[in-house]
Nanobody
Framework: QVSLVESGGGLVQPGGSLRLSCVAS????????LGWYRQAPGQVRELVAL????????YGGVSMEHRAIISGDIADNTVHLRLNRVGPVDEGVYFC??????????????WGQGTQVTVSS
């Protein structure tokens, strides 16, 4: 079993940077990708950034590619997210997501509880 603990978020000033961390524990050897999604009120959950075990990164669109940095190492069970030049569109709940592989070969996702991000001066 795997659990995810998120930290960071809260109040961020417009134009500033958002920093989040996600630490996985438990049977972490089954994790093949770890990253962040976000969900604004009334909106669907969307990808911010994801890192795979081999170090490859995926960002949720051009805006994220230019503003987001995901770092860390799944082997160390930790990923960090930095999102620069935040604005009102970046408000919402940010979720850590782990993509896991069972011994049977089937894949499944695990979500953290989420952390609220508010952009305001």
């Amino acid at each position: 079993q795997v659990s995810l603990v998120e930290s960071g978020g809260g109040l961020v000033q417009p134009g500033g940077s958002l920093r989040l961390s996600c630490v996985a524990s438990g049977n972490t050897g089954s994790i093949y990708a770890l990253g962040w999604y976000r969900q604004a009120p009334g909106q669907v959950r969307e990808l911010v950034a994801l890192m795979s075990r081999d170090g490859r990164t995926t960002y949720g669109g051009v805006s994220m590619e230019h503003r987001a940095i995901i770092s860390g190492d799944i082997a160390d069970n930790t990923v960090h997210l930095r999102l620069n030049r935040v604005g009102p569109v970046d408000e919402g709940v940010y979720f850590c997501k782990a993509e896991l592989l069972r011994e049977s070969g089937t894949k499944y996702d695990l979500w953290g509880q989420g952390t609220q991000v508010t952009v305001s001066s």
